[in-house]
């Protein structure tokens, strides 16, 4: 069975301050997509990562596909109240890219 | 820009009542999914369907579920008994030719009591 983990589960700092959220499996993945999600509201998507070591920059959010596709990271710089939601990596099976594997999401929440 | 839209956003029921949840997928998508979130825990794949037929389920998706594109841009989720444990939110999303990124709905919560 694929597992994605992810860490830290929940996640409180101040406004201000910078954090690094990780998802991580065993298993290799042909992509891993990073999706934002509120109460209530569907995920939203923010990022999909392809190639092994790569790098995506969405303003002060820093996404990192680890060089064996198996692990990536998601760095926030400088967190606003407004980044506070649930993050949630969604890996594609590398044998069956119809099918995302999902990790439980980080919920962070970021102080005034 | 386009979205997915799902109706209803929430629907109560009692134990025993068939729901239909309704989707309208992006237009040149063609790759279509449910999903379910049970409150506070992941995201869970229920199905996929292309070419007018399902592609992939989960054992989540028994005999109770069923799922159909009657018109060519609706795709529904048809429970036929529903359960207690069936209350969750359902998102249904969809995916465009060229990447793997799905485009998710905001999600119909359905109250089984």
């Known amino acids: 069975t694929q597992l994605l983990e992810q860490s830290p589960q929940f996640l409180s700092i101040q406004e201000g301050e910078n954090l690094t959220v990780y998802c991580n499996s065993s298993?290799?993945?042909?992509?891993l997509q990073w999706y934002r999600q509120e109460p209530g509201e569907g995920p939203v998507l923010l990022v999909t990562v392809v190639t092994g070591g790569e790098v995506k920059k969405l303003k002060r959010l820093t996404f990192q596909f680890g060089d064996a596709r198996k692990d990536s990271s998601l760095h926030i710089t400088a967190a606003q109240p407004g980044d506070t939601g649930l993050y949630l990596c969604a890996g594609a099976d590398a044998g069956n890219n119809r099918k995302l594997i999902w990790g439980l999401g980080t919920s962070l929440a970021v102080n005034p | 820009e386009p979205e997915v839209t799902q109706t209803p956003s929430h629907q109560v029921t009692q134990m025993g009542q068939e729901v239909i949840l309704r989707c309208v997928p992006i237009?040149?998508?063609?790759?279509f999914y449910w999903y379910r979130q049970i409150l506070g825990q992941k995201v869970e794949f229920l199905v996929s369907f292309y070419n007018n037929e399902i592609s992939e389920k989960s054992e989540i998706f028994d005999d109770q579920f069923s799922v159909e594109r009657p018109d060519g841009s609706n795709f529904t989720l048809k429970i036929r008994s529903t359960k207690l444990e069936d209350s969750a939110m359902y998102f249904c999303?969809?995916?465009?030719?060229?990447?793997?990124?799905?485009?998710f709905g905001e999600g119909s919560r359905l109250t089984v009591l």
């Open positions: 298993s290799v993945f042909s992509s």
């Open positions: 237009s040149n998508h063609l790759y």
């Open positions: 999303a969809s995916r465009g030719p060229a990447t793997g990124e799905l485009f």
